[in-house]
Nanobody, 127 residues
Framework: QVQLVESGGGLVQGGGSLRLSCAAS????????MGWFRQAPGKEREFVAA????????YDADSVKGRFTISRDNAKNTVYLQMNSLKPEDTAVYYC????????????????????WGQGTQVTVSS
């Protein structure tokens, strides 16, 4: 089992940057594929980015490609989401998720592939 706690959300002006962190407790963090999802009011939770065990493979949603970067530090049991050039449409609650599977053996942009979820952190981008 793994517990996930997100941090780093807040209010930022359009064009600004934020870095989200997700701290994981429990064993074998380095054997979890990690993902970030987001949910805006009245919308479905959507995929943002995912990263493989080693960090060698990453996937990004088209809506954030070139602006957001997912990374991880297995020594610190932490996954990050660096968000640059933020837009008002990026406003959402951002969730960290973990799957005890190799990224090559799953479809990382589907919510049901992930067994563990954090409580979320709010990101608000003003225009």
């Amino acid at each position: 089992q793994v517990q996930l706690v997100e941090s780093g959300g807040g209010l930022v002006q359009g064009g600004g940057s934020l870095r989200l962190s997700c701290a994981a407790s429990g064993r074998s963090f380095s054997r979890y594929t990690m993902g970030w999802f987001r949910q805006a009011p009245g919308k479905e939770r959507e995929f943002v980015a995912a990263i493989s065990w080693s960090g060698g493979y990453t996937y990004d949603a088209d809506s954030v490609k070139g602006r957001f970067t997912i990374s991880r530090d297995n020594a610190k049991n932490t996954v990050y989401l660096q968000m640059n050039s933020l837009k008002p449409e990026d406003t959402a609650v951002y969730y960290c998720a973990a799957a005890a599977r190799d990224i090559a053996a799953m479809t990382p942009f589907y919510r049901d592939q992930y067994a563990y979820w954090g409580q979320g952190t709010q990101v608000t981008v003003s225009s």
